[in-house]
């Protein structure tokens, strides 16, 4: 399981996803800051962001 944390990338931002895959984290990252945050467009090096912040999480949610 892969798990995103918003505060890691976003200032003051205290939500998180998770995902069996590192690609569904990033789609649902980037699904997020486009409804949420207002992001329009997408560069590359914001998606090397995201996944440099994508950690390993156990089933009950504990970082590994």
């Known amino acids: 399981m892969k798990r995103f944390d918003g505060g890691s990338l976003i200032p003051g931002a205290n939500w998180h996803l998770q995902a069996e895959s590192e690609a569904e ?6 699904e997020r800051m486009r409804t949420e945050h207002g992001e329009t ?4 090096d914001m998606v090397e962001r ?15």
């Open 25 to 30: 984290v990033v789609r649902k990252v980037i």
């Open 50 to 64: 995201i996944k440099e912040r994508i950690v390993d999480v156990s089933d009950n949610g504990t970082r590994h």
């Open 41 to 44: 467009d997408i560069r590359p």
